[in-house]
Nanobody
């Protein structure tokens, strides 16, 4: 059984940085692409970033490209989302999820979580002055 645990959220001012971590247990980590999603209060969940299992290719939503960086450490079963230059509109609960189909390159994850099978409990990110 796959378990995902996110950490690293918090309350920061605009322009600050946060580092979110997602640790996977229960299955071989390198078998999964990992996506980061977020859901703001009253809004639909949206895809933020995705990292491939096959070659580590990275993909970003337009709204975070150039500010967020996703990386994975297969030895530590961890995916990190480095978030810089945070904006109030980044405020949301952030979730990581596993994709056994390695579908990051199709960008379907931007608007749909179909294919993502296991989810963490989420970590709150609040950007406010």
């Amino acid at each position: 059984q796959v378990q995902l645990t996110e950490s690293g959220g918090g309350l920061v001012e605009p322009g600050a940085s946060l580092t979110l971590s997602c640790v996977l247990s229960g299955r071989p980590f390198r078998s999964y692409a990992i996506g980061w999603f977020r859901q703001a209060s009253g809004k639909e969940r949206e895809g933020v970033s995705c990292i491939s299992s096959s070659d580590g290719s990275t993909y970003y939503a337009h709204s975070v490209k150039g500010r967020f960086t996703i990386s994975r450490d297969n030895a530590k079963n961890t995916v990190v989302l480095q978030m810089n230059s945070l904006k109030p509109e980044d405020t949301a609960v952030y979730y990581c999820a596993t994709d056994p189909y390695d579908g990051c390159s199709g960008y379907g994850w931007l608007t749909s979580s179909v294919g993502f099978e296991s989810w963490g409990q989420g970590t709150q990110v609040t950007v406010s002055s």
